[in-house]
């Protein structure tokens, strides 16, 4: 699985699976992946529908910036999101409560 993979299917198969849980968050993620791998997606939570979309989005509340292989980590189940948060590995601007919502959309 590659961060591109999970930004154009991974992540808006789950938002089609339950859209409603998706809007209720009503939120727009930025996300900064870096690494060989890595660039710039946005997830909107408050469009109708919801969408994933690669580039910047100004209007984010909550900006998330990983490592490419730990991005993967995070989203695959192989590493906690709050230990990579903690270690300094994911890094959170923005709204943290917004980012404590995320595991909804990523599973």
Not at 16 to 27: F, T
Not at 47 to 58: K, S
Not at 97 to 107: E, F, N, R, Y
């Amino acid at each position: 699985m590659t961060v591109k993979e999970i930004f154009e299917q991974r992540i808006p198969d789950g938002i089609k699976e339950d859209p409603d849980k998706a809007k209720s968050i009503n939120a727009i993620y930025q996300f900064k992946v870096t690494g060989d791998e890595g660039g710039d997606w946005y997830v909107d939570l408050t469009a109708d529908p919801p969408n994933v979309a690669a580039g910047v989005n100004d209007d984010a509340k909550c900006t998330i910036t990983v490592g490419d292989a730990d991005f993967i980590d995070v989203v695959t189940g192989k590493l906690n999101a709050q230990m990579a948060f903690m270690s300094g590995k994911l890094k959170i601007a923005g709204d943290m409560s917004l980012a404590m919502k995320l595991g909804t959309v990523l599973k």
